[in-house]
């Protein structure tokens, strides 16, 4: 495939062009992608890489299907949402069909920020509060508004980042968090923690718009709420006169396997208020979704105040929509999800049996974290050596990826099609890695130490998803982002 610009020529007019905050993974070495299929993806000179962490192809790079109903529709029409149009409604209720009953009301938008941006005012307006809380190390967008609920983001800036209006609890993390595996009821105790928050605040005169989490934390270090939480929560939440926010963005569309959405592994008691979608939506078409019940719909619009989204719910992006959904069904994504998520994390179970650098594996689905420490008793987060391995699975054709607050756990969510023989394939070189780090342990520390990252008040200065600046050291003060 001929290319317009060598990788040395794209770079440098990247550097010249692009905004220094924009980041590229592998920065020692960035890869020009220049084509994907399936699960896999393709640089300048045709080596072909295993992807284990883009959740945004969902049904696979480049599906058939999805072009196919991209195209077809680009050719006949594509205008926005004021004109009628069958693809708006028709896909409108194929989402709301996944859902709980009375989530029935969709505003389309065009990225999971958007989404959680416009959500936010949904709840802020029905509710007539101001105060959101929002979960340790949680991540929901780069808006401004999103920033200032993201404590992933914020926290970079300094303790004076956060807003007054922001309440922080605590992320119900039962491997590293305050209440742990060996806890009672550990979602009972964590919602305890969010019941305290909302009493302090109203003692202060505040009153509380909105409790949103991620149905699994994605950035926070791949967490898995324990079953009973959202319940409680959302039981606090709305005797203050608050609403629950799902964010789906990173985990919905049947990643888990077993449900549709994430926050369906608490139970079919629990219905959130308001449900937030992104990424997986359009298979790497730029659209997204706010779902919520009529009640809340309802309010918003009484408030006189049109809502209109230039793009968002345009018939190219709805037929995008159906396709996916149409391919999730049809290949029975959800199953291969189950079946293939399952066998990934017995694979790495016994990689945590064999090696002592591998702390916990948790995961539900194709959403897979793996959390590797320097002290398994003391559970010390092994950081550098995370990162070693990111760049060491690169050497070997495996894109993955290391996230978390401490940035050591290895976060695996390829797209849908992944299959068994990719996941064997990759715990393989994990394995093979792993078991040098035994034989070769002085080598390991000293490849670490050029690639690590700076602390400051004992939290790693990031970006996202584990790669970092061209000399791996990013002071936090210069992080604007």
């Known amino acids: 495939m001929s290319e317009a610009y060598s990788k040395a020529e794209t770079l440098a007019l990247r550097r010249k062009h692009i905004g220094p905050s924009c980041k590229v993974f592998f920065a020692k070495d960035p890869l020009k992608i220049v084509r994907a299929q399936g699960q896999y993806m393709f640089d300048e000179n045709g080596e072909k890489y295993l992807d284990c962490i883009n959740n945004v192809a969902h049904v696979g790079h480049s599906h058939p299907d999805v072009i196919k109903a991209a195209v077809k529709q680009m050719e006949l029409l594509n205008t926005n949402s004021r004109f009628l149009h069958d693809n708006l409604v028709q896909y409108a209720k194929r989402l709301t069909d996944t859902m709980p009953e009375k989530l029935s009301v969709c505003y389309f938008v065009n990225s999971g920020s958007e989404a959680n941006d416009l959500a936010l005012r949904l709840a802020r307006h029905f509710s007539g509060h101001q105060d959101v809380i929002t979960l340790d190390n949680a991540y929901h ?111 919905g569309f049947g990643r888990v396997g077993k449900h549709f959405w994430a926050f369906q592994l608490q139970g079919e008691d629990f219905v959130p208020d308001i449900v937030t ?89 194709l959403f897979v974290g ?31 990826s290391a996230d978390g607050p401490h940035r050591n756990i290895l976060k695996f969510k390829p797209p849908m099609s992944f299959t068994q023989e990719d996941a064997k394939f990759v715990v393989d070189q994990i394995d093979a890695l792993l078991t040098g780090t035994h034989t070769n342990e002085g080598n390991l520390q000293s490849d670490c130490l050029g690639e690590s990252v700076s602390h400051i008040n004992g939290n790693a200065c990031r970006q996202e998803n584990g790669f970092y600046t061209d000399n791996h050291v990013v002071p936090c003060k210069r992080i604007r982002t």
Do not use: W
């Open 141 to 251: 967008g780069h808006v401004t508004s999103l920033i200032d609920i993201s404590p992933y983001k914020f926290n970079q800036l300094g303790k004076e980042s956060k807003k007054e209006f922001v309440h922080v609890a605590p992320s119900p993390d039962t491997y590293r968090g305050k209440y742990r595996e060996d806890h009672l009821d550990p979602a009972g105790a964590y919602a305890g923690e969010v019941k305290k928050i909302i009493e302090e605040t109203q003692k202060n005169g505040r009153k509380i718009a909105a409790f949103i989490a991620e149905s699994m934390q994605s950035c926070g270090g791949q967490v898995i709420p324990p079953a009973g939480y959202f319940q409680q929560v959302a039981e606090y939440v709305h005797e203050a006169g608050g609403v629950f926010i799902a964010d789906e963005v990173q985990v």
């Open 277 to 365: 979608m992104g990424k997986p939506i359009g298979n790497g078409h730029p659209m997204s979704c706010v779902v919520t019940t009529r009640e809340i719909a309802e309010a918003f619009g009484a408030s006189g105040l049109e809502y209109f989204n230039t793009f968002g719910g345009n018939p190219v992006s709805c037929a995008i929509g159906l396709a996916v959904l149409d391919v999730i069904e049809k290949e029975d994504l959800q199953g291969n999800a189950t079946q293939v998520g399952n066998y990934l994390i017995e694979l790495l179970n016994e990689q945590k049996r064999k090696h002592p650098l591998v702390g916990d594996i948790r995961g539900v689905g």
């Open 370 to 400: 793996v959390d590797l420490v320097k002290d398994i008793q003391k559970r010390t987060p092994a950081t550098a050596e995370a990162l070693h391995l990111v760049y060491k699975l690169k050497e070997r054709h495996i894109l993955l």
